[in-house]
């Protein structure tokens, strides 16, 4: 079965740089949510999109936007990057209700900023 | 804020149940408990939730207490491949997304 595509797998950024994460959720889901897993953290939610609005909001700092297209993919942006964003970040996909609908999870991109 | 509590690690033998206990005390009537693990920074995987029923599906069963306000997952025959980190997750009704606790780390011994 399609799975969760998120690219690219490893990214490495300096301080100060902007980076650009991109999911593809599983077809025909309409929901995208993301999540930040610092080292030795629990997974954090940032931001989701249900139908190409934001449907919820985490601790997601001003520096990072997101945003959902037509083709449900997701793109979050990042930008000024600090030594603190280093992080694993997952996408996951739901489809129907968010509220009561599974999410499955992506492989997820690990950024490194140097 | 996580709404539940879990032990922070377990272990079992291979082969054996793994029953992975969870309080979740302040569960409100319409939310779900969710599980989901994580293999060593891989993505987060889906397990298995429910309401108010026991559930049980290829991976593992779900036992929630009549009052609602524990749960088990059971892994009924636990294998290396499942030494993981477990997360039991209830989710608001209010909002769409997973707060994660602590989970537990579940060690498989050969």
């Known amino acids: 079965a399609a799975g969760v595509i998120q690219s690219p797998r490893h990214l490495i950024k300096e301080k100060r740089e902007t980076a650009t994460l991109k999911c593809y959720p599983i077809p025909r889901h309409d929901t995208v949510y993301w999540y930040q897993q610092g080292p030795g953290q629990d997974p954090q939610f940032l931001i989701s999109?249900?139908?190409?609005?934001?449907?919820d909001k985490g601790s997601i700092p001003d520096r990072f936007s997101a945003q959902q297209f037509s083709d449900y993919h997701s793109e979050l942006n990042m930008s000024s990057l600090e030594l603190g964003d280093s992080a694993l970040y997952f996408c996951?996909?739901?489809?129907?209700?968010?509220?009561?609908?599974?999410?499955?999870f992506g492989p997820g991109t690990r950024l490194t900023v140097l | 804020d996580a709404k539940t509590t879990q032990p922070t690690s377990m272990d079992c033998a291979e082969g054996r149940a793994a029953n992975l206990p969870c309080n979740h005390s302040?569960?409100?009537?319409?939310?779900?408990v969710y599980w989901y693990r994580q293999i060593h920074s891989q993505g987060p995987q889906y397990i298995i939730h429910g309401l108010k029923n026991n559930e049980t599906n290829e991976m593992a069963s779900l036992i929630i207490t009549e009052d609602r306000k524990s749960s088990t997952l059971i892994l009924p025959h636990a294998t290396l491949r499942d030494t993981a980190v477990y997360y039991c997750?209830?989710?608001?009704?209010?909002?769409?997304?997973?707060?994660f606790g602590s989970g537990t780390r579940l060690l498989v011994r050969p």
């Open positions: 999109f249900y139908e190409k609005m934001q449907s």
């Open positions: 996951a996909s739901s489809r129907g209700d968010p509220s009561t609908d599974t999410q499955y």
């Open positions: 302040t569960i409100s009537g319409n939310e779900y």
């Open positions: 997750i209830v989710r608001m009704d209010s909002s769409y997304k997973l707060i």
